[in-house]
Protein backbone atom coordinates (compact mmCIF):
# COMPACT_ATOMS: atom_id res chain seq x y z
CA UNK A 1 0.00 0.00 0.00
CA UNK A 2 2.71 2.15 0.06
CA UNK A 3 2.63 3.57 -3.25
CA UNK A 4 -1.13 3.72 -3.16
CA UNK A 5 -0.74 6.02 0.11
CA UNK A 6 2.18 8.06 -1.64
CA UNK A 7 -0.18 9.18 -4.53
CA UNK A 8 -2.66 10.52 -2.49
CA UNK A 9 0.38 12.24 -0.65
CA UNK A 10 2.12 13.97 -3.45
CA UNK A 11 -1.30 14.76 -4.88
CA UNK A 12 -2.71 18.29 -5.84
CA UNK A 13 -5.83 19.90 -5.25
CA UNK A 14 -7.91 22.64 -6.93
CA UNK A 15 -11.52 24.13 -6.46
CA UNK A 16 -14.36 22.47 -8.92
CA UNK A 17 -18.04 24.58 -8.39
CA UNK A 18 -16.87 24.71 -4.57
CA UNK A 19 -16.17 21.09 -4.35
CA UNK A 20 -12.09 19.92 -3.60
CA UNK A 21 -10.63 18.30 -6.82
CA UNK A 22 -7.35 15.64 -6.12
CA UNK A 23 -5.04 15.22 -9.54
CA UNK A 24 -1.75 14.43 -9.99
CA UNK A 25 0.55 16.21 -12.49
CA UNK A 26 3.95 14.96 -13.80
CA UNK A 27 5.96 14.77 -16.74
CA UNK A 28 9.69 16.11 -17.97
CA UNK A 29 9.31 19.52 -16.97
CA UNK A 30 10.16 20.95 -20.22
CA UNK A 31 8.06 22.73 -22.60
CA UNK A 32 6.37 20.56 -24.78
CA UNK A 33 3.43 18.53 -25.30
CA UNK A 34 0.43 17.90 -22.76
CA UNK A 35 -1.56 14.34 -22.01
CA UNK A 36 -4.41 14.39 -19.90
CA UNK A 37 -5.66 11.35 -18.66
CA UNK A 38 -9.07 10.94 -17.47
CA UNK A 39 -9.91 7.73 -16.24
CA UNK A 40 -12.90 5.24 -15.80
CA UNK A 41 -15.88 4.21 -13.42
CA UNK A 42 -15.89 3.57 -10.01
CA UNK A 43 -12.38 4.06 -10.11
CA UNK A 44 -10.50 7.06 -10.28
CA UNK A 45 -6.67 8.73 -11.39
CA UNK A 46 -4.59 5.58 -9.89
CA UNK A 47 -6.02 3.39 -12.01
CA UNK A 48 -3.02 5.04 -14.48
CA UNK A 49 -0.52 4.18 -11.71
CA UNK A 50 1.42 1.05 -13.50
CA UNK A 51 2.19 3.64 -16.62
CA UNK A 52 2.56 6.31 -14.88
CA UNK A 53 6.18 6.59 -14.95
CA UNK A 54 6.92 5.91 -18.89
CA UNK A 55 3.73 8.42 -20.06
CA UNK A 56 6.12 11.47 -17.70
CA UNK A 57 9.34 10.57 -19.59
CA UNK A 58 7.35 10.55 -22.96
CA UNK A 59 5.37 14.08 -22.49
CA UNK A 60 6.54 17.50 -21.07
CA UNK A 61 2.82 17.25 -18.54
CA UNK A 62 0.71 14.56 -17.48
CA UNK A 63 -1.96 15.49 -15.84
CA UNK A 64 -4.72 13.14 -14.32
CA UNK A 65 -7.01 14.22 -12.20
CA UNK A 66 -9.85 12.26 -9.98
CA UNK A 67 -13.23 13.47 -11.39
CA UNK A 68 -15.89 14.56 -8.58
CA UNK A 69 -17.65 12.25 -6.87
CA UNK A 70 -14.53 9.91 -7.54
CA UNK A 71 -11.47 8.71 -5.79
CA UNK A 72 -9.90 11.06 -3.32
CA UNK A 73 -11.68 13.94 -4.89
CA UNK A 74 -15.20 15.35 -3.38
CA UNK A 75 -18.49 13.45 -3.13
CA UNK A 76 -21.27 15.62 -2.32
CA UNK A 77 -24.09 14.32 -1.63
CA UNK A 78 -26.91 16.73 -3.73
CA UNK A 79 -24.64 17.37 -6.89
CA UNK A 80 -25.73 16.86 -10.25
CA UNK A 81 -23.08 14.24 -11.70
CA UNK A 82 -23.11 14.91 -15.50
CA UNK A 83 -20.68 13.78 -18.47
CA UNK A 84 -20.69 17.66 -19.27
CA UNK A 85 -19.68 18.55 -15.45
CA UNK A 86 -16.70 16.08 -15.78
CA UNK A 87 -15.71 17.61 -18.87
CA UNK A 88 -16.32 21.11 -17.18
CA UNK A 89 -14.10 20.24 -14.40
CA UNK A 90 -11.07 19.03 -17.11
CA UNK A 91 -11.21 22.33 -19.07
CA UNK A 92 -11.05 24.21 -15.77
CA UNK A 93 -7.72 22.61 -14.88
CA UNK A 94 -6.52 22.92 -17.94
CA UNK A 95 -7.10 26.68 -18.66
CA UNK A 96 -5.95 27.64 -15.05
CA UNK A 97 -2.36 25.77 -15.56
CA UNK A 98 -2.39 27.77 -19.07
CA UNK A 99 -2.55 25.02 -21.24
CA UNK A 100 -4.30 25.81 -24.85
CA UNK A 101 -3.25 22.11 -26.71
CA UNK A 102 -3.38 19.00 -25.33
CA UNK A 103 -3.79 15.07 -26.00
CA UNK A 104 -5.93 12.67 -24.41
CA UNK A 105 -5.72 9.35 -22.59
CA UNK A 106 -9.27 7.55 -22.28
CA UNK A 107 -10.88 5.02 -20.56
CA UNK A 108 -14.39 3.82 -19.52
CA UNK A 109 -16.28 6.43 -18.34
CA UNK A 110 -13.43 8.52 -19.18
CA UNK A 111 -13.84 7.41 -22.83
CA UNK A 112 -17.19 9.43 -22.28
CA UNK A 113 -15.56 12.26 -21.04
CA UNK A 114 -12.98 12.25 -24.11
CA UNK A 115 -16.10 12.29 -26.47
CA UNK A 116 -17.59 15.30 -24.66
CA UNK A 117 -14.07 17.17 -24.74
CA UNK A 118 -13.62 16.82 -28.84
CA UNK A 119 -17.30 17.13 -29.85
CA UNK A 120 -16.34 20.52 -28.29
CA UNK A 121 -13.10 21.26 -29.63
CA UNK A 122 -14.53 20.32 -33.14
CA UNK A 123 -17.36 22.92 -32.43
CA UNK A 124 -14.78 25.66 -31.37
CA UNK A 125 -12.66 25.10 -34.21
CA UNK A 126 -15.93 25.50 -36.11
CA UNK A 127 -16.44 29.05 -35.15
CA UNK A 128 -12.29 29.80 -35.18
CA UNK A 129 -11.74 29.25 -31.45
CA UNK A 130 -8.60 27.96 -31.02
CA UNK A 131 -8.68 27.55 -27.26
CA UNK A 132 -8.00 23.96 -25.81
CA UNK A 133 -7.23 22.39 -28.73
CA UNK A 134 -7.19 18.30 -28.45
CA UNK A 135 -4.35 17.59 -30.51
CA UNK A 136 -4.81 13.50 -30.43
CA UNK A 137 -6.96 10.79 -28.70
CA UNK A 138 -6.03 7.61 -27.17
CA UNK A 139 -9.22 5.55 -26.00
CA UNK A 140 -8.77 2.25 -23.78
CA UNK A 141 -11.62 -0.11 -23.22
CA UNK A 142 -14.95 2.06 -22.80
CA UNK A 143 -18.88 2.11 -23.80
CA UNK A 144 -18.25 4.06 -27.15
CA UNK A 145 -21.35 3.27 -28.74
CA UNK A 146 -24.70 2.44 -26.20
CA UNK A 147 -25.90 -0.71 -28.48
CA UNK A 148 -22.81 -2.36 -27.45
CA UNK A 149 -22.38 -1.66 -23.92
CA UNK A 150 -23.02 -4.78 -21.64
CA UNK A 151 -23.05 -3.37 -18.22
CA UNK A 152 -22.63 -5.52 -15.48
CA UNK A 153 -25.40 -6.73 -13.06
CA UNK A 154 -24.50 -4.38 -10.57
CA UNK A 155 -24.56 -1.52 -13.05
CA UNK A 156 -27.89 -2.47 -13.86
CA UNK A 157 -29.14 -2.30 -10.31
CA UNK A 158 -27.30 0.69 -9.34
CA UNK A 159 -29.24 2.56 -12.71
CA UNK A 160 -32.20 0.86 -11.36
CA UNK A 161 -35.40 1.75 -8.98
CA UNK A 162 -33.26 0.21 -6.14
CA UNK A 163 -30.31 2.31 -7.09
CA UNK A 164 -29.79 4.14 -3.88
CA UNK A 165 -30.34 1.22 -1.36
CA UNK A 166 -28.11 -0.96 -3.39
CA UNK A 167 -24.95 1.50 -3.38
CA UNK A 168 -25.44 2.24 0.05
CA UNK A 169 -25.86 -1.54 1.47
CA UNK A 170 -23.08 -2.85 -1.13
CA UNK A 171 -20.19 -4.98 0.29
CA UNK A 172 -16.75 -4.95 -0.07
CA UNK A 173 -16.96 -8.40 -1.29
CA UNK A 174 -19.38 -8.14 -4.07
CA UNK A 175 -17.63 -5.09 -5.11
CA UNK A 176 -14.68 -7.12 -5.80
CA UNK A 177 -16.27 -9.59 -7.09
CA UNK A 178 -17.92 -7.18 -9.72
CA UNK A 179 -14.92 -5.41 -10.52
CA UNK A 180 -12.90 -8.75 -10.75
CA UNK A 181 -15.60 -10.19 -13.34
CA UNK A 182 -14.34 -7.47 -16.23
CA UNK A 183 -10.71 -8.95 -16.05
CA UNK A 184 -9.08 -10.99 -18.14
CA UNK A 185 -8.96 -14.52 -17.07
CA UNK A 186 -5.44 -14.96 -16.52
CA UNK A 187 -4.48 -11.10 -15.52
CA UNK A 188 -6.91 -10.78 -12.28
CA UNK A 189 -6.12 -8.42 -9.95
CA UNK A 190 -5.11 -9.30 -6.23
CA UNK A 191 -6.53 -8.98 -3.14
CA UNK A 192 -4.30 -5.82 -2.16
CA UNK A 193 -5.40 -4.06 -5.67
CA UNK A 194 -9.26 -4.78 -5.12
CA UNK A 195 -8.39 -3.53 -1.88
CA UNK A 196 -7.17 -0.31 -2.68
CA UNK A 197 -10.11 -0.09 -5.42
CA UNK A 198 -12.39 -0.34 -2.75
CA UNK A 199 -10.85 2.47 -0.39
CA UNK A 200 -11.25 4.65 -3.69
CA UNK A 201 -15.05 4.36 -3.84
CA UNK A 202 -15.72 4.30 -0.26
CA UNK A 203 -13.76 7.42 0.58
CA UNK A 204 -15.95 10.16 1.66
CA UNK A 205 -18.99 8.39 1.86
CA UNK A 206 -18.75 8.05 -1.94
CA UNK A 207 -21.01 4.80 -2.04
CA UNK A 208 -24.12 6.37 -1.90
CA UNK A 209 -23.76 8.28 -4.67
CA UNK A 210 -23.53 5.30 -7.00
CA UNK A 211 -26.78 5.43 -8.13
CA UNK A 212 -26.53 9.26 -9.42
CA UNK A 213 -22.57 8.50 -11.03
CA UNK A 214 -24.08 5.62 -12.83
CA UNK A 215 -26.64 7.74 -15.01
CA UNK A 216 -24.22 7.99 -17.62
CA UNK A 217 -25.31 5.26 -19.06
CA UNK A 218 -28.65 7.01 -19.69
CA UNK A 219 -26.33 9.98 -21.22
CA UNK A 220 -24.77 8.11 -23.75
CA UNK A 221 -27.43 6.90 -24.62
CA UNK A 222 -29.33 10.64 -25.06
CA UNK A 223 -26.08 12.20 -26.45
CA UNK A 224 -25.14 9.26 -28.81
CA UNK A 225 -25.42 11.19 -32.02
CA UNK A 226 -22.73 13.96 -30.82
CA UNK A 227 -20.50 11.52 -29.01
CA UNK A 228 -20.12 8.59 -31.71
CA UNK A 229 -20.12 12.01 -33.88
CA UNK A 230 -17.56 12.79 -32.27
CA UNK A 231 -15.65 10.27 -33.26
CA UNK A 232 -16.95 9.56 -36.51
CA UNK A 233 -16.06 13.54 -37.88
CA UNK A 234 -12.78 14.06 -36.11
CA UNK A 235 -9.86 14.87 -38.02
CA UNK A 236 -7.01 14.45 -34.68
CA UNK A 237 -5.55 10.89 -34.53
CA UNK A 238 -7.38 8.74 -32.70
CA UNK A 239 -6.27 4.99 -31.64
CA UNK A 240 -8.39 2.81 -29.85
CA UNK A 241 -6.89 0.11 -27.35
CA UNK A 242 -8.64 -2.64 -26.23
CA UNK A 243 -8.89 -5.66 -24.02
CA UNK A 244 -10.46 -8.62 -26.31
CA UNK A 245 -12.06 -10.50 -23.16
CA UNK A 246 -13.60 -7.99 -21.69
CA UNK A 247 -17.30 -8.34 -21.08
CA UNK A 248 -18.39 -4.86 -20.91
CA UNK A 249 -16.78 -3.39 -24.11
CA UNK A 250 -13.83 -6.35 -24.97
CA UNK A 251 -13.93 -7.69 -28.82
CA UNK A 252 -17.94 -6.82 -29.87
CA UNK A 253 -17.35 -3.15 -29.22
CA UNK A 254 -14.10 -3.33 -31.59
CA UNK A 255 -16.25 -4.71 -34.28
CA UNK A 256 -18.97 -2.19 -34.21
CA UNK A 257 -16.24 0.62 -33.49
CA UNK A 258 -14.44 -0.77 -37.22
CA UNK A 259 -17.78 -0.41 -39.03
CA UNK A 260 -18.35 2.93 -37.50
CA UNK A 261 -14.89 4.76 -37.24
CA UNK A 262 -13.24 5.75 -40.53
CA UNK A 263 -9.69 4.04 -41.12
CA UNK A 264 -9.50 2.92 -37.96
CA UNK A 265 -6.63 2.61 -35.91
CA UNK A 266 -7.29 -0.19 -33.34
CA UNK A 267 -4.75 -2.15 -30.87
CA UNK A 268 -6.24 -5.44 -29.56
CA UNK A 269 -4.84 -7.51 -27.00
CA UNK A 270 -6.46 -10.70 -26.57
CA UNK A 271 -5.80 -11.96 -23.27
CA UNK A 272 -6.38 -8.94 -21.22
CA UNK A 273 -9.92 -7.57 -19.72
CA UNK A 274 -11.40 -4.07 -19.78
CA UNK A 275 -8.55 -2.63 -17.64
CA UNK A 276 -5.06 -2.89 -20.37
CA UNK A 277 -3.69 -0.51 -18.22
CA UNK A 278 -3.15 -2.53 -15.02
CA UNK A 279 -3.44 -5.74 -16.60
CA UNK A 280 -1.05 -5.66 -19.84
CA UNK A 281 1.13 -2.12 -18.75
CA UNK A 282 3.86 -2.46 -20.70
CA UNK A 283 1.96 -3.60 -23.90
CA UNK A 284 -0.55 -1.10 -23.24
CA UNK A 285 2.03 1.89 -22.61
CA UNK A 286 4.04 0.73 -25.75
CA UNK A 287 0.82 1.10 -27.79
CA UNK A 288 0.11 4.32 -26.52
CA UNK A 289 4.20 5.66 -27.01
CA UNK A 290 3.58 4.03 -30.68
CA UNK A 291 0.53 5.73 -31.80
CA UNK A 292 2.35 9.07 -30.25
CA UNK A 293 5.71 8.65 -32.22
CA UNK A 294 4.06 7.45 -35.43
CA UNK A 295 0.33 8.38 -35.77
CA UNK A 296 0.43 11.93 -34.20
CA UNK A 297 2.36 15.10 -35.26
Given at each position: ?????????????????????????????????????????????????????????????????????????????????????????????????????????????????????????????????????????????????????????????????????????????????????????????????????????????????????????????????????????TTVPLRLIDGS?????????????????????????????????????????????????????
Amino acid sequence: MEEFASWRATGRRFTHRGHQIFWRDGGTGTDGEVLLCIHGFPTASWDWHAIWPGLCTRFARVIAADMIGFGWSAKPRNYDYTIADQADLHEQLLREHGIGRYHILAHDYGDTVAQELLARADDRRGHGDDSLVVESVCLLNGGLFPETHRPRPVQRLLAGPAGPLVGVLGSERTFARSLAGVFGPETKPDAEALAQFWILWCSKHGKRNGHKLIRYMAERRKFRERWVGALRETTVPLRLIDGSLDPVSGAHMVERYRELIPDPDVVELPKVGHYPQLEAAEQTLQAILEFHGTRVR
